[in-house]
Structure formats: C-alpha cells, structure tokens
C-alpha cells in the first residue's frame, strides 16, 4: 500500500506540473503574440507544441524516480518490485515517451507546417480557402516525406542483422520486420527524435548559449531613462526637419530637385516616420504604470541578474568538466564518447542524486534549469530576431509577433527543450541512466593471502553492473541508442561553451539597452502603435 501511495504520489505531481505547464504556455504565447494579427489556430498550436515539449522534459525526473524507487539503499530490491511489476512500470513510462515522442513528430512534421504555410499563402490569396489548404497541404507533405525517411532509417539500418549465406532475400526482409516489431519501434521513433534533437543542439549553441550571458547582464545593467531618451528623439526630429526644409527651399522657385536631393528627401521622411514612431512609444512608456513598477522592482532586477550569471557559470563550468571527463577518459569517437562511470565530478553531478532522494527536489531542480533554458533561450531569439542564414525571416516582440513568427518561435523552443534531456545527461550522466539505484557486489576478505568470509556491500549502479540488477531508464534508451549522435552531442557541447564564452564578451562589452530596444524599427507600420496602447495600458 505504501509503495502504490507513493508511486500514485509521484504520478499526481507530474499531473500538477503538466498544469502549471499549460497555464505557462498560454501566459507566455499570449505575451508576444500580435493583438492585431492574433489567429486562434496559429495560437492553438503554439501553446501545445510548447507544452507537449515540456511536458515530455517532466517525465524524465519520474522516469528517475520509479527506477530508483524500485530498490533499497542497501541495493536490494523492494518486496512487491519483482520482475513483473518492475516490468509494468517501465512499459509505463516507455508507452508515455512512445505517445510524447510521436505527438512531437506530428507537430514538427505535419501540424506546425501546416498552420505555417496556410497563413503564408492566406496572406498572398485572401479569398479561396481551399487553394489555401491546398497549397499548405502540398509544402507538408515534403515535411512529411523527411519524417518517414527518417523513421525508415532508424527502423532498419542500424539493426544488427545476421548474415546467413544461404538465406533467400525474403529472409532477410521477414527478419527486419519480426526485429523491427520486437523492438515495438524504439529505434525508428529514437532515431527520428535524436535527429531532432540535434537540431535543436544547434538552436541552443545559436541562442541559448548567447542568451545565458545577455539576459543576465541587461537584467544587471538595465535600461536607459525614457525621459533622456526622448529628449535625444526630440533634438534628432528638430534636425531632421531642418535637413528637410533645407532640401525643399531649393525647389521654391519651380526648379527641380536632383535624383540625389530626391533620395536624400526620401530617407529623411523615413527617418522622420520612424523618430515620430519613437517619440509615441516612448511617450507611452513614460507614463505606464509598468515603467513605473520596473524602476521600483530595480534592485531587485540586479539581485536576479546576478544569480543568473552565477548560475551560467556553474552551468558552463559543469559543462566543460563534464566533457573535459570524456575527452580524458571515455572509449573514443567510435563509441560516441561514452564514459563508464564518473572520474571528474561537477557540482550538478554531486547535486542531483542527492536531491533525487528526496521527492520531488530533483523535480524541482530540473525544472529550473529547463525554464531557464526557455528564458535565456527567449533573451537570445529576443535579441537576435529568428534568421535563416544572413537573411532575418521575423523579429519576435512583445504583443507585436505576427503567427508565422510565433510557430516558428515554438518550433525552436521545442526543439531546445528535446535537447534539455542531453544537457541534464552531459551533466549528470549517472542520475540520467540509473538515479540513485545501488547494487550488489561480493567482497572477500583474505588473511595472509588467503580467502576468509565473503560479504556483500552495495555500490552506487554504473556501467559495469549486472543488466538484473540495474534498471537503465527509459530515457536513457531514448537517448543513446546511436552512438553517432552521442558524438555530435559531444562536439556541440564544445560549441555551446565557446558560443557562451563569446557572447559573454560581447554582452559586456555593449552598452545600455534602450528602453524600447527592437520595440521600433524602419519597416513598421504606423498600426503597429496601435497594439503599443493594448500592451502599456
């Protein structure tokens, strides 16, 4: 009855975290969605996409906790865990990951596009909705295509498949087919994830790792004064309009500007648009209650600055150890640098097995260091707008972010979430694999050589355990199930060090933000300021 209470205790939590998570995710898209360009499916679908993703990143602490819940302190098992409630258990958490994991497929490959591209051509054809759906349903299915390539390869190329001399070529398809059935899918549907996560490796190293050193110093440095800045607007609107009187004094007496007069006007009238634009919004900003409560809240601001720099440190520092470990001391490349047992510690390894023996604080820590990969990662998206090579497809913006830029904001959140899960194991990779299992080995004592009582001691579960008497999570199935991509992990958790150790640099080296920082630019239109007066008032 205990067991059964505390099991169903852990389950109840991971259903309160799912809450907390939806009512984030509708918090957070609502936040920087246009008012003005606010579509109910485009915002539908932002909100579950974010939420499946970190949804899924709940489950790997009580994947955590129920193999680790299974054994005692001393490494024996617990009386009800034989080996078929043990089994139970573990199909549970498996058939969750299935139903996770293939809903985040659905998303990546069919959904988000979808919603993408009929907005997209919604935009060019404002009238025929079933050439709309067409149209979308056509650039998916190049999406949908790549999703069964990928489920494809993993089902059968890498599966050890015997080689029978005189089997017909029949066979050997029949046997991929009972193999890939007997796995239940496991390495088509990991294959297809890891694939993901890689991308989504590379999304981190571009705006998680640059936002982990800008979010905390701006936080720390602040922003410039409204009031100066809007002096510093005025005495630029006073010289611009004197460069325009100027120009328009020398066409008085009839006579013709010159092309370059002509364009010299132009930019100047675009310039005075955008000064006026300005002027409005930090007009707005003055006078909102908001700015008001930002300047009383500012020490505050300093103090959180400050502890998110700290933690970045320790997580880089961890980070570095961790891969410094495996350079040193794993089985190499062809192996994905794989590493048995722990031979340089960092403070996240020595922490969350601690913690993970009492519930749910390693739950709690995990979902920091998750929201706080979905911050920084916005601080970085934020700053840097969403680009596709040197070309910005769209700027994400408080309550001014148009759908498209919203799906795609989701999809790279999505994917950064997915490759949370390989951050926690660079970190802590045995609280990952086997949490706070121990298990037992035999000790014999010799006197003079020779052998006396034997007993038995328990050890911490590694690498070189017996398969009876470690349960690996289902997570860590998941994770490693390609040693390639265990390699490209490894190499991407350099570039994220590096990436960070530059941004830092930067972050430093730049000045005050301004109070209305990416809030105004060249290409706005003046209706934009309309959606300014719903957010400030």
Not at 155 to 160: G, K, N, S, W
Not at 310 to 322: E, N, P, R
């Given at each position: 009855?205990?067991a059964?209470?505390?099991?169903l205790t852990?389950?109840?939590?991971?259903g309160?975290?799912?809450l907390?998570?939806?009512?984030?995710c509708?918090?957070y898209?609502?936040?920087?969605?246009?008012r003005?360009?606010?579509?109910?499916?485009?915002?539908?679908?932002?909100i579950?996409a974010?939420?499946?993703?970190?949804?899924?990143?709940?489950l790997?602490p009580?994947?955590?906790?129920l193999?680790s819940?299974?054994?005692?302190?001393?490494?024996?098992?617990?009386?009800?865990?034989?080996?078929?409630?043990s089994r139970q258990?573990?199909?549970?958490v498996?058939y969750?990951?299935?139903t996770?994991?293939?809903i985040?497929?659905f998303c990546?490959?069919?959904?988000i596009?979808f919603?993408?591209?009929?907005?997209?051509?919604?935009?060019?054809?404002d009238?025929n909705t079933?050439?709309?759906?067409k149209?979308?349903?056509?650039?998916?299915l190049?999406?949908?295509?790549?999703?069964?390539?990928?489920?494809?390869?993993g089902?059968f190329?890498?599966l050890d498949?015997?080689n029978?001399?005189n089997?017909?070529?029949?066979e050997?398809?029949?046997?991929?087919?009972?193999?890939?059935?007997?796995?239940?899918?496991?390495t088509?549907l990991?294959?297809s994830?890891?694939?993901?996560?890689?991308i989504?490796m590379?999304?981190a190293?571009t705006?998680?790792?640059?936002?982990?050193?800008?979010?905390p110093?701006n936080?720390i440095?602040?922003?410039?004064s409204?009031?100066?800045?809007?002096?510093?607007?005025?005495?630029?609107?006073?010289?611009?309009?004197q460069?325009?009187?100027?120009?328009?004094?020398?066409?008085?007496?009839?006579?013709?500007?010159?092309?370059?007069?002509?364009?010299?006007l132009?930019?100047?009238?675009?310039?005075?648009?955008t000064?006026?634009?300005?002027?409005?919004?930090?007009?707005?900003?003055?006078?909102?209650?908001?700015?008001k409560?930002c300047?009383?809240i500012r020490?505050?601001?300093v103090?959180w600055g400050?502890?998110?720099i700290?933690?970045?440190?320790l997580?880089?520092?961890?980070?570095?150890l961790?891969?410094l470990?495996?350079?040193?001391?794993?089985?190499?490349f062809?192996?994905?640098f794989?590493i048995?047992?722990t031979n340089l510690?960092?403070?996240?390894?020595?922490?969350?097995?601690?913690?993970?023996?009492?519930?749910?604080l390693?739950?709690?820590?995990?979902?920091?260091?998750?929201?706080y990969?979905?911050f920084?990662?916005?601080?970085g998206?934020r700053?840097?707008?969403?680009?596709?090579?040197?070309?910005r497809l769209y700027?994400?913006?408080r309550?001014?972010?148009r759908p498209?830029?919203?799906l795609?904001l989701?999809?790279i959140?999505?994917?950064?979430?997915?490759?949370?899960?390989y951050m926690?194991?660079?970190?802590a990779?045995?609280?990952?694999m086997?949490?706070?299992?121990?298990?037992?080995?035999?000790?014999?004592?010799?006197?003079?050589?020779?052998?006396?009582n034997?007993?038995?001691?328990?050890?911490?579960?590694d690498?070189?355990?017996?398969?009876?008497q470690?349960i690996?999570?289902r997570?860590?199935?998941?994770?490693?199930?390609f040693?390639?991509f265990s390699?490209a992990?490894?190499f991407g958790?350099?570039?994220?060090?590096a990436?960070f150790?530059?941004?830092?640099?930067?972050s430093?080296?730049?000045g005050?933000k301004?109070?209305?920082?990416?809030?105004v630019?060249?290409?706005?239109?003046d209706?934009s300021d309309d959606?300014?007066?719903?957010?400030y008032?």
């Amino acid at each position: 009855m205990a067991a059964a209470s505390d099991l169903l205790t852990g389950w109840c939590l991971f259903g309160l975290a799912l809450l907390v998570i939806l009512i984030f995710c509708w918090v957070y898209v609502r936040k920087y969605q246009s008012r003005r360009e606010s579509e109910v499916i485009s915002t539908i679908t932002a909100i579950f996409a974010l939420a499946v993703a970190l949804i899924t990143s709940a489950l790997l602490p009580v994947d955590i906790f129920l193999v680790s819940y299974m054994k005692n302190q001393n490494g024996t098992f617990k009386v009800w865990a034989d080996s078929n409630v043990s089994r139970q258990i573990e199909d549970t958490v498996l058939y969750g990951y299935y139903t996770l994991y293939s809903i985040i497929l659905f998303c990546v490959f069919l959904w988000i596009p979808f919603v993408y591209f009929y907005y997209e051509e919604k935009e060019d054809d404002d009238g025929n909705t079933c050439s709309q759906v067409k149209t979308a349903l056509k650039y998916t299915l190049g999406f949908i295509t790549i999703c069964a390539v990928l489920l494809l390869i993993g089902a059968f190329v890498p599966l050890d498949i015997p080689n029978k001399k005189n089997s017909t070529e029949w066979e050997k398809v029949k046997l991929l087919f009972e193999e890939f059935g007997s796995s239940h899918g496991l390495t088509a549907l990991s294959f297809s994830i890891s694939s993901l996560t890689v991308i989504g490796m590379l999304a981190a190293i571009t705006y998680t790792a640059y936002g982990m050193s800008a979010l905390p110093l701006n936080l720390i440095k602040g922003t410039t004064s409204a009031s100066y800045e809007r002096l510093e607007n005025t005495e630029d609107i006073e010289e611009v309009e004197q460069h325009l009187l100027r120009i328009k004094s020398k066409c008085r007496d009839g006579r013709p500007l010159s092309s370059r007069d002509r364009r010299t006007l132009q930019q100047l009238e675009e310039r005075l648009r955008t000064l006026r634009r300005r002027e409005r919004h930090l007009e707005s900003i003055e006078k909102s209650w908001w700015t008001k409560a930002c300047e009383a809240i500012r020490p505050l601001k300093v103090v959180w600055g400050v502890f998110f720099i700290i933690v970045a440190l320790l997580f880089t520092v961890s980070l570095f150890l961790s891969n410094l470990d495996k350079a040193l001391h794993s089985a190499g490349f062809d192996s994905g640098f794989i590493i048995l047992g722990t031979n340089l510690t960092n403070p996240l390894n020595m922490l969350l097995p601690v913690l993970q023996r009492v519930f749910p604080l390693d739950y709690i820590l995990i979902t920091t260091i998750v929201m706080y990969f979905i911050f920084t990662s916005m601080a970085g998206i934020r700053n840097m707008g969403i680009w596709f090579f040197w070309t910005r497809l769209y700027k994400i913006r408080r309550g001014k972010t148009r759908p498209q830029a919203l799906l795609f904001l989701c999809m790279i959140l999505l994917l950064i979430v997915l490759h949370t899960s390989y951050m926690i194991y660079s970190l802590a990779p045995q609280y990952v694999m086997y949490g706070s299992q121990k298990y037992l080995v035999q000790s014999n004592k010799t006197i003079d050589g020779q052998p006396q009582n034997v007993t038995l001691v328990s050890k911490d579960c590694d690498a070189d355990a017996p398969e009876d008497q470690c349960i690996v999570t289902r997570t860590y199935l998941f994770l490693h199930k390609f040693w390639f991509f265990s390699a490209a992990y490894y190499f991407g958790n350099w570039a994220f060090i590096a990436v960070f150790l530059i941004g830092l640099i930067v972050s430093c080296c730049k000045g005050k933000k301004s109070v209305i920082e990416g809030e105004v630019d060249d290409d706005d239109s003046d209706m934009s300021d309309d959606e300014l007066n719903v957010y400030y008032h």
